[in-house]
């Protein structure tokens, strides 16, 4: 009887080392998942801004384009 009390703390501890690695291990690939996750969105949020800085760009080249056409004639 005592043996098998053992064999159950012994085959215990040896489940809460193991989920203990496992858990942990888990965790870190969360948070470097997260890190990735938070880089995509930055350098999508970059992309947009520069979409929107060249779209202005283009606006105003196209408006001195106008502009410089009229005054020619």
Same mark, same amino acid.
């Given at each position: 009887? &005592? $043996?098998? #009390?053992?064999? =159950? #703390? !012994?085959?215990?501890?040896?489940?809460?080392?193991?989920? =203990? =690695? @496992? @858990? +942990?291990?888990?965790? %870190?690939? &969360?948070?470097?998942? +997260?890190? /990735?996750? $938070? %880089?995509?969105?930055?350098? !999508?949020?970059?992309?947009?801004?520069? @979409?929107?800085?060249?779209?202005? *760009?283009? %606006?105003?080249?196209?408006? !001195?384009?106008? *502009?410089?056409? /009229?005054? %020619? &004639?």
């Amino acid at each position: 009887m &005592q $043996e098998l #009390i053992i064999y =159950f #703390i !012994a085959g215990l501890l040896t489940g809460l080392i193991i989920m =203990f =690695f @496992v @858990v +942990k291990n888990l965790k %870190k690939e &969360q948070s470097a998942l +997260k890190r /990735k996750y $938070e %880089k995509t969105s930055v350098g !999508a949020d970059d992309s947009e801004l520069k @979409v929107k800085t060249l779209e202005n *760009k283009i %606006k105003t080249l196209e408006a !001195a384009l106008e *502009k410089s056409l /009229k005054d %020619k &004639q």
